[in-house]
C-alpha cells in the first residue's frame, strides 16, 4: 500500500517538472495536461493516506482545498477566467484554515487568545501583504474588491498555520506553516506580474512554489494525522 502512495508523489514530481519545462520552452499548449495532472495526482495521494482511516472533517477540508485548487488552476489557464480562479482559490483557503484550526492538539478557545501578541507575531506577514496591495493597487480597477477579499483570505491562512505553534507536533507545524509561506510568496508574486510588473521569470517562480506549498501541507497534515494520539 505505502509502495501504492509513493507512485502518486512519484507522478506529482513529474508532473510538475514537465509543467515547468514547458513554462521555460513557451510550450503553453501542452500545460492543458501536465498543469491539472499536478494537483490530480496529490488529490489522489491524499486520497489514498485518509483512505484507510474514517472521512473526519480535518481529511474533508484538505479534500476541499486541493480540489478547489484544482479548479482554480484550470481555470487560471485562461485570463478570461482569472476572477473565477481567484474565487476558487479563496475557497481553497478558507478550506485550508478550517484544515488547519482542527488539526491542532490543543484547540484554543476565543476568549484565551491574546489578540495584541498574535498581532505582533503576524505582523511581518501583514507587511508584507500591504507593500504587494500598495504596488499592485493602481492596476487593480475592477478587480480591487475581489482582490482586496482574497489578500484577507490568504493573510488569515497564513496566520493561522503559524497559530499552529507548538498545538502539533514539530515536523507537522513546520511542513504547514512553511508550505502556506510558500503559498503566499507564489500569490504575491502573480499579483506583482499581472497587475504591476510582468517578467520573464514570474511563471516558474509562482509554479514552483506553489507546488511546493501544496505538497508541504499535504504532508504537514498528515504527519499530524499519523502522530501517537
Not at 491539472?36 to 486520497?47: E, M, R, T
Not at 482511516?53 to 477566467?81: H, N, P, Q
Request: proline share 3%.
Amino acid at each position: 500500500m505505502k509502495n501504492k502512495n509513493i507512485l502518486w508523489l512519484y507522478l506529482f514530481l513529474i508532473a510538475s517538472l514537465i509543467d515547468m519545462a514547458l513554462l521555460v520552452e513557451h510550450i503553453n499548449n501542452w500545460r492543458f495536461f501536465s498543469k491539472p495532472l499536478i494537483l490530480l495526482s496529490l488529490i489522489g495521494y491524499f486520497y489514498q493516506i485518509t483512505k484507510p482511516i474514517s472521512w473526519t472533517i480535518l481529511s474533508k477540508a484538505v479534500m476541499g482545498a486541493l480540489i478547489f485548487s484544482w479548479i482554480g488552476d484550470v481555470l487560471l489557464m485562461w485570463s478570461e477566467f482569472f476572477i473565477y480562479g481567484l474565487g476558487a482559490f479563496f475557497l481553497a483557503h478558507v478550506c485550508y484554515i478550517i484544515a488547519f484550526k482542527v488539526a491542532q492538539l490543543n484547540h484554543t478557545k476565543l476568549a484565551d487568545v491574546n489578540f495584541i501578541k498574535a498581532f505582533f507575531h503576524n505582523l511581518p506577514i501583514y507587511l508584507v501583504a500591504a507593500f504587494i496591495y500598495y504596488m499592485i493597487n493602481p492596476q487593480l480597477g475592477n478587480l480591487k474588491i475581489p482582490v482586496i477579499l482574497y489578500i484577507i483570505i490568504i493573510v488569515s491562512m497564513v496566520s493561522t498555520a503559524r497559530e499552529r505553534f507548538q498545538k502539533s507536533n514539530a515536523a507537522s507545524f513546520w511542513q504547514v506553516f512553511i508550505g502556506a509561506c510558500f503559498f503566499f510568496v507564489s500569490d504575491g508574486i502573480l499579483a506583482l506580474n499581472k497587475f504591476y510588473q510582468p517578467f520573464s521569470e514570474a511563471g516558474i517562480l509562482i509554479m514552483g512554489t506553489y507546488v511546493i506549498a501544496q505538497l508541504l501541507i499535504v504532508m504537514g497534515i498528515r504527519s499530524h494525522m499519523i502522530q501517537p494520539k
